[in-house]
C-alpha cells in the first residue's frame, strides 16, 4: 500500500477516535464546549484531506489508464478498508472493487473481472438498506453475483483456485439479488429455491470437489441452509407445507453442525439456532405448540441482563415477540394461563432496554423496535417517549440536533400562533389554538415533531456517522431513506402524526424538490408543524459552529437570507415571512444560540 493509501486508513482511525470529546470533570463549560468545538475542526480539516487523498488516489483514475502498480496498490487499500461487518470504510472499498473491475475488463483479466465482481456484490450488501422487502442496491448487486456465477461455464478453464472459490461465492449469493413479490410468498419461495438448487447441485457435487479439494465445500453448505431458515418469517403468516419442509430440512442441518462444533470445542448451541430449530419442527408438524413456547420461555428466562452480546441482544429483544405470536396460537383460556410468563418475558425486555450503554446500540435497538413496536405501543406513552429519546442519545450528534429543532419548533410555532393563530387552526386536531390549554397542547406537540423529526438516522448511523469524508452517491442515497425509517417506526408505535412530520421534513414547500418523492400531500393537521420543522431543520443544521466545524458552519443571517432565496420554492413562505420582523429575527438568533450551547452541554453531560 502506498503512503496516501496509509495515511487515509490512519486520518479514519483518528477520526473514529474524534467522534466522543476527551472532557474532563473539572473543565469550565467553556473548556467543554471548545473541546467539542477543536473536535470538530480537526475532523473538518481530516474531511478534507481524506478528500484530496481519494482524489488522487481513486476519484480521478481511470480504468483504461490505471498502471499495474496502482491496481495494485488499491487492491491492497480496499482488504485493509472492508471486513464484511467490521470494516473500515465499506463505501470506498466498492468504488475501489468497481474501478478495478473495469481496469480487469478493460484488460481481459477475467481472474481479476471474477474477482472483483463477488467484491462489489458483497460491498453493495453491506452498504445495502432495505426499504420495505427490497434493498436499494438490490438489482446492482444482484447483478454481480449473477454476472459472477455466469463464469462456472467456464470453471475447468479457470485454473486458478481463488477464482473459481469467488465463482463459487457468486454462486451462493445470487439470492441476494432476488426481488420481494409483494406477498406471493409462493413465487417467492419458487424463485428463491431455483437459486438454492442451482447452488446446491454444484456445492454438493463430486466432480466439481475433486477438482478442487482445498475449497470450503461443507462451509458453502451450511451457508445456504443457513440462508434457507429465513423463510422462518414466512411460516408465522401462515401455513405453507413445501416451505416448512424445505425449512425443517436446513434447520435440521444448521443444528447437527453446530452441535458437532459445540461438542468439539466443550461449548453449547447458539441460542439462535436452538430457536430455529424447534420453530422449524412446530411449523413441520414434529413438535407441539406447548414445546416451543416453552423452549421461548426458557431462552427468555436464562438469559443475562447485563449481557451485550450478539446472541444475548437477539434474546432478549426478539424471543418476547415470538413468544407472543405462537401464545396467540394457544386456545383462549390457555392464553389467560400462560400470560403471566408472557407478561415475565415482557418486563425482562422492557428492563433490558434500558440497561443498555449508551451511545452503542441506537441502530440495534431501533431495528429490533420496529419488530416488536406492534405490542409496545400498548405500554403507557412515557415508556415510548423514553424508549425514543433514548435511540436519540446513542448519537449524540443527531440528538443535539433533535433537541434544537425541537426547540426551535416550538419556539417559531408560539410566533405563528402570536400573528397568524388561523393558519394553524385544526393542527393536531386542535381548532381554538389560541385557547391556553390548547396552546400548550400544540406546543408540546410540536416539540415532539421536531424531536423526532430525524429517528430514522439512528438506523444509518453507518452513513450518518461518516465524519471523515464526503458521502458517496451511493450513500447518500442511503441517508436519503431517513425519512421513511423514522415514519415506520413512529407509526409503528401508532404515533401517526408524528411519523408525517418525520416523512415530510425534506420535502420541498413546492411539492418540485427534496426526498422522498411521493404523489402524497402532507396532512393538513400536520402541515404547518412539517413545514416549520423543514425550516428548523435548515436552520439549525447550517448554523451550528460548535459541534460542527466553524469552516462548515454559516452565519445566522446568510441562513436566513438563503430561506428568503428558497421561499415558495423549497420553503413555506408563511413561515419564512416570520424572520422578516426584525426583533423577532433577532430574538430567535440569540434563541439559537443560548439554546445551543445549553443543549450541548445537557448532551454531552456536562453539569
Not at 131 to 144: L, Y
Not at 226 to 231: A, I, M, P, V, W
Not at 577 to 584: A, K, N, T, W
Amino acid at each position: 500500500m502506498n503512503i496516501s493509501g496509509q495515511r487515509y486508513i490512519d486520518n479514519l482511525t483518528a477520526a473514529h477516535g474524534l467522534l466522543k470529546p476527551r472532557l474532563e470533570p473539572d473543565m469550565t463549560e467553556e473548556e467543554s464546549l471548545q473541546a467539542i468545538r477543536d473536535n470538530a475542526v480537526r475532523l473538518y480539516e481530516i474531511h478534507q484531506e481524506n478528500n484530496g487523498i481519494l482524489n488522487e488516489i481513486l476519484f480521478s483514475k481511470k480504468a483504461d489508464t490505471l498502471t499495474e502498480e496502482e491496481a495494485s496498490e488499491l487492491s491492497e487499500l480496499a482488504d485493509a478498508l472492508f471486513h464484511f461487518n467490521r470494516s473500515l470504510d465499506t463505501g470506498i472499498a466498492y468504488r475501489i472493487h468497481r474501478l478495478l473491475y473495469a481496469y480487469g475488463e478493460y484488460h481481459k483479466d477475467v481472474d481479476r473481472m471474477v474477482r472483483e465482481l463477488y467484491y462489489q456484490g458483497i460491498t453493495l450488501f453491506y452498504l445495502n438498506v432495505r426499504d420495505s422487502s427490497q434493498g436499494i442496491f438490490q438489482d446492482q448487486m444482484g447483478e454481480c453475483f449473477r454476472l459472477g456465477a455466469s463464469y462456472l461455464e467456464q470453471y475447468e478453464k479457470l485454473e486458478n483456485p481463488q477464482t473459481r472459490n469467488f465463482i463459487l461465492r457468486c454462486l451462493g449469493n445470487v439470492k441476494y439479488g432476488l426481488k420481494g413479490r409483494d406477498g406471493d410468498r409462493n413465487t417467492e419461495w419458487k424463485d428463491y429455491m431455483e437459486c438454492f438448487h442451482r447452488a446446491m447441485e454444484v456445492f454438493e457435487s463430486p466432480g466439481y470437489r475433486q477438482m478442487n479439494p482445498e475449497l470450503s465445500w461443507d462451509t458453502f453448505v451450511y451457508t445456504m441452509h443457513y440462508d434457507r431458515t429465513k423463510f422462518l418469517a414466512v411460516l408465522r403468516e401462515g401455513e405453507y407445507p413445501h416451505i416448512a419442509e424445505g425449512v425443517m430440512e436446513s434447520a435440521e442441518h444448521v443444528y447437527h453442525h453446530q452441535e458437532q462444533i459445540a461438542r468439539a470445542n466443550d461449548s453449547s448451541i447458539g441460542v439462535r439456532t436452538r430457536y430455529v430449530y424447534m420453530a422449524a419442527r412446530y411449523h413441520a408438524g414434529l413438535a407441539d405448540l406447548h414445546e416451543l413456547l416453552d423452549a421461548l420461555y426458557e431462552l427468555c428466562e436464562s438469559a443475562d441482563l447485563h449481557d451485550f452480546s450478539g446472541d444475548n441482544i437477539w434474546t432478549l429483544l426478539t424471543t418476547p415477540e415470538y413468544l407472543m405470536h405462537y401464545a396467540q396460537l394457544l386456545p383462549e383460556e390457555e392464553q389467560e394461563a400462560f400470560r403471566p410468563l408472557l407478561e415475565r418475558a415482557l418486563e425482562k425486555q422492557k428492563e433490558y432496554l434500558f440497561l443498555f450503554p449508551q451511545n452503542e446500540y441506537g441502530m440495534q435497538i431501533a431495528r429490533s423496535i420496529q419488530g416488536i413496536a406492534g405490542y409496545l405501543s400498548g405500554q403507557d406513552t412515557h415508556f415510548s417517549h423514553r424508549l425514543l429519546e433514548y435511540i436519540l442519545a446513542c448519537h449524540p450528534p443527531t440528538f443535539v440536533h433533535s433537541r434544537m429543532v425541537a426547540l426551535l419548533t416550538r419556539h417559531l410555532c408560539a410566533r405563528l400562533v402570536k400573528v397568524e393563530p388561523e393558519l394553524l387552526s385544526g393542527t393536531f386536531g386542535l381548532e381554538e389554538v389560541g385557547d391556553s390549554g390548547n396552546l400548550e397542547q400544540l406546543l408540546e406537540q410540536a416539540y415532539e415533531g421536531g424531536l423526532y423529526h430525524d429517528l430514522g438516522k439512528c438506523m444509518l448511523l453507518n452513513y450518518v456517522g461518516c465524519y471523515s469524508r464526503s458521502l458517496l452517491d451511493e450513500e447518500f442515497a442511503c441517508i436519503k431513506m431517513h425519512p421513511a425509517f423514522g415514519c415506520r417506526l413512529l407509526e409503528a408505535l401508532r404515533m401517526e402524526d408524528m411519523s408525517m412530520i418525520a416523512y415530510c421534513h425534506h420535502r420541498s414547500y413546492d411539492g418540485r424538490g427534496g426526498y422522498p418523492a411521493s404523489d402524497e400531500n402532507c396532512p393538513d393537521r400536520v402541515r404547518w408543524i412539517a413545514d416549520i420543522v423543514t425550516v428548523v431543520d435548515a436552520l439549525d443544521a447550517g448554523t451550528d459552529n460548535v459541534g460542527r466545524c466553524y469552516a462548515a458552519a454559516k452565519d445566522y443571517e446568510r441562513l436566513v437570507e438563503e430561506l428568503r432565496a428558497g421561499r415558495d420554492t423549497r420553503y413555506a413562505p408563511d413561515i419564512v415571512r416570520l424572520f422578516d420582523d426584525p426583533v423577532f429575527c433577532a430574538e430567535t438568533k440569540e434563541f439559537l444560540e443560548e439554546s445551543r450551547r445549553r443543549v450541548y452541554l445537557e448532551v454531552y453531560h456536562i453539569e
